[in-house]
Nanobody, 128 residues
Framework: QVQLVESGGGLVQAGGSLRLSCAAS????????MGWFRQAPGKEREFVAR????????YYIDSVKGRFTISRDNAKNTVYLQMNSLKPEDTAVYYC?????????????????????WGKGTLVTVSS
């Protein structure tokens, strides 16, 4: 079992920055893919970014490329999402999720349906 706890959400003005953290416990994340997803009011949950815990390779949706950066700290068993140049359309609950890596993951987003573990989410609100 893997427990995931997100933190770092809050209210920020457009153009501002936030850094989300996802602290994992229960087992080592070696061999896992870690993902950030978000769900805006009235919308489906969507994939935002992922990182391979073992290789560090990353993947982003187009709308956040150049603005968001996903990273991990092996020693702290924590994944981060640095969000810069935030826009009102980034407003959502952000979730951290994990599942074992697959050889077919390279260059592809993660599907919410395929994730094994989820955190409870942290709210990000970007005001205009």
């Amino acid at each position: 079992q893997v427990q995931l706890v997100e933190s770092g959400g809050g209210l920020v003005q457009a153009g501002g920055s936030l850094r989300l953290s996802c602290a994992a416990s229960g087992r080592t994340l070696s061999g896992y893919n870690m993902g950030w997803f978000r769900q805006a009011p009235g919308k489906e949950r969507e994939f935002v970014a992922r990182i391979s815990w073992s290789s560090g390779s990353t993947y982003y949706i187009d709308s956040v490329k150049g603005r968001f950066t996903i990273s991990r700290d092996n020693a702290k068993n924590t994944v981060y999402l640095q969000m810069n140049s935030l826009k009102p359309e980034d407003t959502a609950v952000y979730y951290c999720a994990a599942r074992p890596s697959s050889p077919f993951d390279s260059g592809r987003p993660l599907s919410a349906d395929g994730m094994h573990y989820w955190g409870k989410g942290t709210l990000v609100t970007v005001s205009s």
